[in-house]
């Protein structure tokens, strides 16, 4: 921030992960923080998929396998792709299983040449069907999550919406769960970029009052025109109400994605040959590929 030439007062609000050390962060600064829909939507997924965790495990072992020499031999035989193996710190990796999973059993199917392999997983194919059926739609709000020109409540509508489906979730994605940290901040927002400004409570108000740009409409043409020297005068000494406007809550965004993909770019370049590198060159180069939309070739050689 100093770089930038900012300073932490001038932070309003947190996005991030609702875990113990961001409400602490908030509590420190004593700004609002903004739970990332990500984060809640991973809890729900994991609540979601529980009942079904025995289907989850045979399919996982029956990836680790075919990752043995001799039973991928077989499987290059049918489709040049690789078993993908579910991975707790990867959201969309029981998806990515699953889908897997039933591709390499359709071409198996098709070509009548089904493996001994496959027995792990036939007793269950109802259930692993409606398994991969839920995770297909918590994959499909996973991605629209990511997108983005998403705000706070395209977010909270796409939430809104699995609860509907799942009402076990609404205590883990819910606006008033025991998890979320600024309640009233976030329900605030939502108001606001649903153009319901004005059925803000006084506790929303307070809690938005930082984002708050108070803007005073200017006094109509024909009101000047019209009317004479007396007139004008008077009307000088009424003071016109100033519209409350909170611009920067479009601005918030819903998920911490942006942060955590440059956690993982971070982690992936410091590599063995590049300890070496000074911490400007890091945050320089981390600060370049994040922003990729902003410069081409063209910007680097009128720069040089």
């Known amino acids: 921030m100093d ?4 300073e932490i007062r001038q932070c309003t609000v947190l996005v991030g992960d609702n875990c113990s050390v961001n409400k602490r962060l908030a509590n420190l600064m004593g700004v609002p923080l903004v739970g990332c829909a990500s984060h809640k939507l991973n809890l729900a997924v994991k609540t979601i998929l529980a009942p079904y965790e025995a289907e989850l495990e045979a399919v996982q072992a029956l990836m680790k396998h075919l990752r043995i020499i001799n039973a991928a031999a077989k499987l290059r035989f049918a489709t040049p792709l690789r078993p993908v193996l579910r991975q707790e710190t990867r959201w969309g990796s029981t998806y990515a299983m699953l889908k897997r999973f039933f591709w390499a059993a359709r071409v198996h199917f098709t070509r ?13 194919p109802t259930k692993v069907k409606g398994t991969f059926r839920r995770a297909r ?3 499909s709000v996973a991605m629209a999550l990511q997108s983005g020109d998403l705000d706070l409540i395209g977010a909270r509508d796409l939430l809104n919406g699995l609860i509907e489906q799942k009402p076990s979730v609404k205590s883990v994605i819910g606006p008033s769960a025991n998890i979320v940290r600024s309640p009233i901040f976030e329900a605030g927002c939502c108001k606001v970029l649903a153009d319901s400004a004005n059925i803000l409570s006084r506790d929303e108000r307070l809690a938005l009052r930082p984002m708050e740009c108070r803007v005073s409409a200017p006094p109509s043409e024909d009101s000047v025109v019209g009317s004479s020297f007396a007139e004008r005068i008077l009307k000088k000494r009424k003071k016109t109400t100033p519209a409350v406007t909170y611009p920067l809550v479009r601005a918030i965004p819903p998920t911490s994605n942006k942060v955590d993909r440059l956690f993982s770019t971070a982690r992936a370049m410091l590599g063995h040959e590049r ?3 000074t911490p400007f060159a890091i945050e320089m180069l981390l600060f370049l590929k994040t922003n990729t939309l902003y410069w081409d070739v063209q910007v680097v050689d009128r720069c040089v």
């Open 137 to 139: 739609r918590l994959q």
């Open 112 to 124: 009548r040449r089904r493996p001994r392999w496959n027995n792990a997983v036939s007793r269950c």
């Open 275 to 277: 300890q070496a590198l």
């Open 3 to 6: 770089f930038f030439g900012k």
